[in-house]
């Protein structure tokens, strides 16, 4: 291998080219020392740098020195410097419409210009709006665009013209010889032709000025133009030749004929005369026909006097006061009081034996056929104590003699055998299905209600629904059907309403229009058409919803609010009068339903001294009962249609405040009243 450091050969061995190694590496050494060491090497590369550092700023500075010749301004074809007008023209930029500066997009992407004037300049959104307007009002006109040619051919058109329009082409025998030829009409003797032009008429006027030809044979019999004759009680015409002989030959003169009707009136009226002088008529009597006298006495026992109307009425006017309207009897047959009274005896008789049947039921044998007093003395035999399931009948001793209606305490211990699967927390408010079937319960926090199936006398917790409502809840209600349950509470959107299928209660999607705030009560009209729910804080303070299968709309609202929060509801058993109590006075109101309407019944004595809480119709929708905020703390009031009567005050009503109130349901016998202060 040739290098300039030796010159060994590939054949020989290592052993044999020893020396030449030797003598290589020895030059090696020898340049290496002339190299210098690392360190040298490094401050050699250290100069350099400083010398070339040194050299650039000496450049640079020289440049400088030159000035701004040494670069020139950029240019659309070379780059170079801005100049300061460009910088200025620059800086200047806006996006507001300034003349002489450039145009600059701002924040949104959006620049201004001004109102364009010549054909070339930049179109606005103004402008293009304008024209967008005008294209859209063309397009829905109603007028028919048409070619520049078509326009041409319509403006050819005469005023009121018409396509297809009828005309004449003859006459009689003048041909019209063209689309536009022209008729004239000319009078002729004793004929004068006059024209309307604006009144588009031609008027043909007879003037008598020619004396007419002898015609009159061609009006009579066998003429070309006969006259008829008259005809009595028709048509006017000529007289027929029998009549005029009649009239002139035959026939009475006017005179005359008045002469003999007049005297023949007369001749009839003195034989009617005569006639009904010879008529004797006698006295009506029970046997036969006549003259009767007509009287308004009701005490008189005359048999030959007829009652007039008055004294019927004074009749019927007594019995009615005595006896009654027979159209308020409770029998089936009003039209006759016999046929009534026997109605009476018989159903009396079934409930007779109906009363001695029950009476027999309670271990006191009694038969139809017994007397008023049996009866009495039967049912006061009757054991009159309850029999409670769970519950012992007990014989208490007392120390001295208690006589009827005296009062006695006593004191009984009851025990709950309904059976809760799942510990319940702290309920606020509850409510069962109206089959009985669920019980649904609020809770101050999440889920915020709870439900159970109730399967005997055990209540199983369900699952919660998968949508919980967002609050805490104010209240519950269900439908009569116990398929939907409307929850208020107190945060949005304030009434949740679920549906329930089988045992699962899904979530219904949000009324459109929602309460205005909290919703703090919720009441389904007897049939599950209608919820209504009342807000809190926020008017309006009542919202009405129509449910159509699963979908709940607000209705339009009531011409007359509540003024105030609302805490109570109640709808009559029918669904057309709807209870609203509120904080604020009047503090109730009573609504009338007429279809999806509801009315607001003006009725004075309606109005409470107090807050009205809970209210309450009887079964037969006869009585209105309200639990109030203070004394009285009930309110009843009677209905006679849409008129509401106080009843006067309870002899003893319940102490503190009232918060809820019952009729009990199946004949609204019993009031059931909540209050505050105990007992409650």
């Known amino acids: 291998m040739a290098n300039r450091y030796g010159n060994l050969v590939g054949s020989k061995r290592i052993s044999e080219d020893f020396e030449t190694i030797n003598v290589g590496f020895d030059r090696v050494q020898a340049e290496m020392d002339t190299k210098g060491t690392p360190a040298d090497a490094q401050a050699k590369a250290d100069a350099a740098k400083a010398a070339a550092i040194a050299t650039a700023a000496e450049a640079l500075a020289a440049h400088k020195a030159r000035g701004a010749d040494e670069h020139p301004n950029a240019t659309g074809a070379a780059a170079g410097f801005m100049s300061s007008a460009d910088k200025g023209r620059m800086n200047a930029a806006t996006a507001d419409p300034t003349a002489s500066t450039l145009m600059q997009r701002d924040a949104e992407g959006r620049a201004k210009v001004t109102a364009p004037a010549a054909a070339d300049d930049i179109a606005r959104k103004a402008e293009t709006d304008t024209v967008q307007a005008n294209l859209d009002s063309h397009a829905m006109d109603t007028n028919i665009h048409v070619t520049e040619a078509d326009h041409t051919k319509l403006n050819g058109i005469a005023a009121g013209a018409e396509v297809n329009q009828n005309a004449f082409a003859v006459i009689n025998d003048v041909e019209a010889s063209s689309k536009s030829d022209t008729v004239i009409f000319e009078g002729g003797t004793g004929i004068t032709v006059t024209t309307d032009p604006e009144g588009k008429r031609i008027v043909l006027t007879a003037t008598g000025e020619a004396t007419p030809g002898a015609h009159a044979s061609s009006h009579i019999t066998g003429g070309t133009d006969v006259i008829p004759d008259a005809v009595v009680s028709g048509s006017s015409g000529l007289m027929s030749g029998s009549d005029a002989k009649f009239v002139r030959q035959d026939g009475e003169s006017k005179t005359g004929a008045q002469a003999k009707a007049d005297a023949a009136e007369q001749a009839a009226n003195e034989y009617t005369d005569q006639k009904v002088g010879e008529i004797v008529i006698d006295d009506a009597s029970l046997s036969q026909k006549g003259i009767t006298k007509l009287s308004s006495a009701t005490g008189s026992d005359s048999e030959s006097e007829a009652a007039t109307p008055k004294a019927v009425n004074t009749v019927r006017q007594l019995a009615v006061s005595q006896i009654g309207d027979l159209a308020e009897l409770q029998t089936t047959d009003k039209d006759n009081l016999v046929d009534a009274l026997n109605e009476v005896f018989t159903s009396g008789s079934e409930f007779k034996g109906d009363v001695a049947d029950a009476i027999t039921a309670k271990g006191v044998p009694t038969s139809a056929s017994d007397s008023k007093a049996t009866f009495v003395q039967n049912i006061e035999s009757i054991e009159t104590s309850t029999v409670i399931n769970g519950q012992q009948q007990v014989t208490r001793t007392y120390a001295e003699t208690i006589a009827a209606n005296d009062p006695v305490l006593t004191k009984t211990t009851y025990t709950n055998d309904l059976n809760f699967a799942e510990n319940l927390t702290a309920a606020a ?131 007359i609010l509540p003024s105030s929060g609302v805490l109570g509801l109640a709808f009559s058993s029918d669904g057309t009068y709807l209870y609203v109590g509120g904080s604020g006075s009047p503090y109730v109101i009573v609504y009338k339903r007429s279809g999806d309407t509801f009315t607001k019944i003006n009725d004075s004595a309606l109005a409470l001294p107090s807050t009205g809480r809970a209210g309450a119709f009887s079964p037969d929708d006869a009585y209105l009962a309200i639990a109030l905020t203070g004394s009285p703390t009930v309110y009843i009031y009677k209905r006679n249609g849409d008129s509401f009567t106080k009843l006067p005050d309870l002899g003893t009503l319940p102490l503190g405040n009232g918060v809820g109130i019952s009729f009990s349901p199946t004949n609204g016998e019993h009031l059931i009243v909540a209050h505050s202060a105990p007992p409650i």
Do not use: C, E, M, W
């Not at 899904?506 to 919703?519: C, I, Q, R």
């Not at 807000?535 to 303070?541: D, E, I, L």
């Open 429 to 559: 408010y509850l409510t069962l299905s109206p089959d009985g079937v669920y019980l649904a319960i609020t809770i101050g926090t999440s889920p915020f209600i709870t439900i159970f199936k109730r399967n005997g006398s055990t209540f199983s917790k369900l699952p919660d629904p998968a949508i919980l409502p967002t609050g805490t809840a104010q209240a519950l209600a269900f439908s009569s059907d116990g398929v939907y349950l409307a929850v208020p509470h107190n945060t949005s959107p304030f009434i949740t309403i679920y549906k329930r299928t089988g045992d699962i209660f899904t979530k219904l999607p949000n009324p459109s229009v929602l309460p205005a705030d909290f919703g703090q009560i919720a009441l389904f009209s007897p049939d599950g058409t209608y919820l209504v729910v009342g807000n809190a804080n926020t008017g309006p303070y009542l919202n009405i919803y129509k449910r159509s299968g699963d979908t709940f709309t607000r209705l339009p609202n009531p011409s």
